[in-house]
Nanobody, 117 residues
Framework: QVQLVESGGGSVQAGGSLRLSCTASGRIFDTIAMGWFRQGPGNERELVASITRGGSAVYIDSVKDRFAISRDNAKNTMYLQMNSLKPEDTAVYYC???????????WGQGTQVAVSS
């Protein structure tokens, strides 16, 4: 399986911003839809945002107008710009194929985002 590496997480105060990156090894990245998932304490992993290979994006309601997903197929990299962060955004963030991981990639280690009030 192709590997994914997430980075860019950290600890911020509410209202702050972070930019996450997801880099894929291999040459299939630009052929498939990708997404950002998150798993908060005691919660199941959920899809937060997804982007087609052409750049069309979909978001869950709780992050609309705050998060922006983008991708650079030439760099095999996807991004998540997170603004106006809230404590409820605290989670480990992962990337994978979307809307449902199809086995093209194994899960990476994720990147931790912690938002304090």
């Amino acid at each position: 399986q192709v590997q994914l590496v997430e980075s860019g997480g950290g600890s911020v105060q509410a209202g702050g911003s972070l930019r996450l990156s997801c880099t894929a090894s291999g040459r299939i990245f630009d052929t498939i839809a990708m997404g950002w998932f998150r798993q908060g304490p005691g919660n199941e992993r959920e899809l937060v945002a997804s982007i087609t290979r052409g750049g069309s994006a979909v978001y869950i309601d709780s992050v609309k107008d705050r998060f922006a997903i983008s991708r650079d197929n030439a760099k095999n990299t996807m991004y998540l710009q997170m603004n106006s962060l809230k404590p409820e955004d605290t989670a480990v963030y992962y990337c994978n194929t979307a809307p449902v991981p199809d086995g093209s990639f194994s899960w990476g280690q994720g990147t931790q985002v912690a938002v304090s009030s």
